[in-house]
């Protein structure tokens, strides 16, 4: 490799990709066993109660039935860590959907018919799943997800709001909303003797082989996970699901391998949702827009199985200085399904609250709302006081801006029409935190030129087979074609999981030391290298957890234009434009897929996706992509994602940071904001669908 090329930052191809195309890449269904048996579960009809009684009479007679579990004759398990896995131990039933049996039969057709045929009894008890502010059950936490401190305030926002030249008090809602990634949450377990060894559709398969192992009494090095393809997640298969447990507990009973792929429909009750979240937003600034006041509360909701709370006030800590600042958490317990993750949580959902605030101060200002994110442009972290270790919001505003032709924006509402169509441009800004875990890794320099790292990350389609192979050639100095990347098995040096944007940055920081390591002994070595080769391994615990002197997030920008028809309601969105601060971007090709990715992700979260939680019955009505509208192709516009050449030593080897979800966070409120341009009409709940807006239209 010649001293000014770098493998790193190259538009290399993904490595799977043809494999993909042509379907030879495995996914967690398709791996076929002899005797391979198939699983159907059934769930619960009822909102909350008990399971009096299970009648399998019927579905035992269905032809190729081999057998049905209940909580009457289901594999004990140990106490999991997470007590969704609790599974088949008991009846109660804590919400509609909840797992109270399973079917094996030798095809998927028999035990599907088969799960008909279950009948099941309950005791039913009075249930409540309604979710709102002022619910007598709320709560304050101790901590949201992820860690964070589910209260925070310094100074005195009351008092700095209410003595502010201007104020903005407003309230913004988001409904439930769901993963659903193409591949559903899928497993293919099989026993031999005292080993399990397991196929399945995650992101983290080193998490699964713990989890798994404990469950079932069993050492880890007695259980294999694979994960070599996985078709999208989104946060839901960040952890152990229903599937992969079932698959294991059927294929214990049978003696027989068994695929268990949840149904679709049952996903919004069984592998997490983007929790409801409700906000109020206060902002009180100066006559010339300088915020002296920033006070955002959010309440959302949780199930009664366990405590999971969306962390959605938290951007507010890190995005505008103010000397003013509270952001707190309240939640709900309710019969609902578990909350979990999906793509950026809490910044998703909290930034389409800040920034739309955000706008609506511009407008009450008469301020460019570019102009006042940059006037507010912190010098450090408003939360910790701690410099960042590198923050470019204002630079990709500004490069956003240029590109957009943001300069020729009438700043009146309603001032661009095309016939029945009104014509809005809005922008928002974006950020997520720079997570890194520790991660082992281990390089190995083959006789015949070639070298080979091995990790169990877990590719989930963002490419990350072809970005390690990257940073292992960099770390080499060889070219990129001589590196091999083997992922997705237990067997292999352990690593976290795909999620929080920590992957590349997690893995590559292991992969790059197992690497230089490998290069100082190669470099040392004389003669022809054993038929074995030579490896090197890394461990980065101590390293990549090391506590920084440094405030560490990544930043964006979105622009979009769309279009508002006053017939029927419809917002289109016409453009799409981002620009991102991420560190050093390791791949040129699948970033730009990433970002875009998130970006298309973001318009759903804006104009189409949405769930309703039935109060009469306690289910999401919305379960199905019938129902639950993801964006089609027809719905994204010309997107375009663009960043800032950033470097920041203080981030990790690489100098990277995650880009897996900043893409979605921002992109809603600034198609929201583009929305109330174009019509002059404010909206504060998600989605726009048409009857909303024809609605405000009218009023």
Not at 571 to 594: C, K, M, P
Request: glycine letters at 10%; charged letters at 20%; aromatic letters at 4%.
């Amino acid at each position: 490799m010649a001293a000014t090329e770098t493998a790193v930052g190259a538009p290399a191809e993904r490595r799977e990709g043809r494999d993909k195309v042509s379907g030879t890449a495995r996914y967690a269904a398709e791996y076929h066993a002899p005797g391979r048996a198939h699983a159907w579960p059934v769930a619960a009809t009822v909102a909350r109660g008990t399971v009096r009684a299970v009648d399998a009479g019927a579905a035992l007679a269905v032809p190729g039935v081999a057998a049905v579990l209940t909580h009457e004759n289901a594999p004990r398990l140990a106490e999991p860590d997470d007590p969704t896995l609790a599974l088949l131990q008991n009846g109660r039933v804590p919400h509609r959907g909840w797992i109270v049996a399973l079917v094996v039969a030798d095809t998927l057709e028999a035990a599907r018919a088969g799960a008909a045929a279950v009948r099941v009894d309950y005791e039913t008890e009075d249930h409540d799943v309604t979710l709102t502010a002022a619910h007598p059950g709320a709560y304050v936490p101790e901590k949201a997800n992820g860690g964070y401190p589910a209260h925070q305030e310094k100074g005195a926002p009351d008092e700095a709001f209410a003595s502010a030249a201007v104020r903005v008090d407003v309230g913004y809602r988001i409904p439930p909303l769901h993963n659903h990634p193409m591949e559903p949450h899928t497993s293919t377990a099989r026993w031999e003797g005292d080993r399990l060894v397991v196929q399945t559709s995650s992101q983290g398969a080193t998490t699964v082989r713990g989890v798994l192992a404990a469950l079932f009494g069993t050492p880890e090095d007695r259980v294999t996970v694979v994960a070599e393809h996985v078709g999208g997640g989104f946060g839901s298969k960040g952890t152990p699901r229903p599937d992969v447990v079932l698959a294991a507990m059927a294929a214990r009973v049978t003696g027989r391998p068994v695929t268990l792929a949840l149904p679709r429909r049952l996903l919004p009750a069984t592998v997490g949702h983007r929790a409801p979240t409700l906000h109020r937003l206060r902002l009180g600034a100066g006559a010339d827009g300088t915020l002296g006041s920033v006070i955002h509360e959010v309440t959302t909701h949780t199930s009664r199985v366990k405590e999971f709370v969306e962390q959605a006030a938290t951007p507010a800590r890190v995005m505008y200085g103010t000397p003013h600042l509270r952001t707190s958490h309240r939640v709900v317990p309710l019969d609902v399904p578990s909350p979990s993750w999906m793509r950026a949580p809490g910044e998703a959902p909290g930034m389409y609250a800040l920034e739309s605030a955000m706008d609506e101060l511009a407008f009450e200002l008469g301020m460019d709302p570019v102009e006042l994110r940059i006037l507010n442009d912190p010098d450090a972290e408003p939360e910790s006081g701690k410099p960042f270790s590198s923050r470019h919001l204002a630079e990709c505003l500004r490069d956003g801006a240029r590109r957009f032709g943001w300069e020729r924006r009438d700043p009146r509402p309603r001032s661009r029409r095309a016939g029945p169509l009104l014509i809005g441009t809005g922008v928002a800004a974006a950020t997520y935190p720079v997570l890194v875990v520790p991660s082992t890794a281990t390089a190995q320099a083959l006789p015949d030129g070639t070298f080979v790292v091995r990790i169990n990350a877990t590719d989930i389609g963002t490419g990350a087979r072809t970005v390690l192979a990257q940073v292992a050639a960099d770390a080499l100095g060889v070219p990129l074609e001589r590196v091999r990347s083997e992922v997705g098995n237990s067997d292999l040096p352990a690593a976290p999981l795909a999620g929080g944007s920590s992957g590349s940055a997690s893995w590559g920081w292991a992969v790059h030391e197992a690497c230089a390591r490998l290069a100082a002994v190669l470099a040392r070595h004389t003669g022809a290298l054993p038929a074995d080769g030579i490896t090197a391994s890394a461990d980065t615990a101590g390293t990549a957890d090391a506590e920084s002197a440094y405030a560490r997030h990544a930043f964006g920008a979105h622009f979009a234009e769309v279009t508002v028809d006053t017939v029927t309601g419809e917002v289109r969105a016409a453009r799409l434009l981002g620009v991102f601060a991420a560190g050093r971007i390791l791949n040129a090709r699948t970033a730009r897929s990433q970002f875009i990715g998130g970006m298309t992700m973001g318009l759903g979260m804006a104009l189409t996706e949405g769930s309703t939680m039935d109060a009469a019955f306690g289910d999401f009505t919305e379960c199905d992509l019938a129902s639950y509208h993801v964006p089609a192709h027809a719905d994204v516009p010309a997107a375009e994602a663009h960043w800032i050449d950033e470097e920041d030593p203080h981030l990790n080897p690489m100098g990277s940071k995650g880009i897996g979800e900043i893409g979605i966070v921002g992109t809603a409120a600034a198609v929201g904001n583009a929305v109330h341009h174009a019509t002059g009409v404010r909206l504060r709940e998600l989605p726009l669908t048409p009857d909303r807006v024809l609605t405000a239209l009218a009023g």
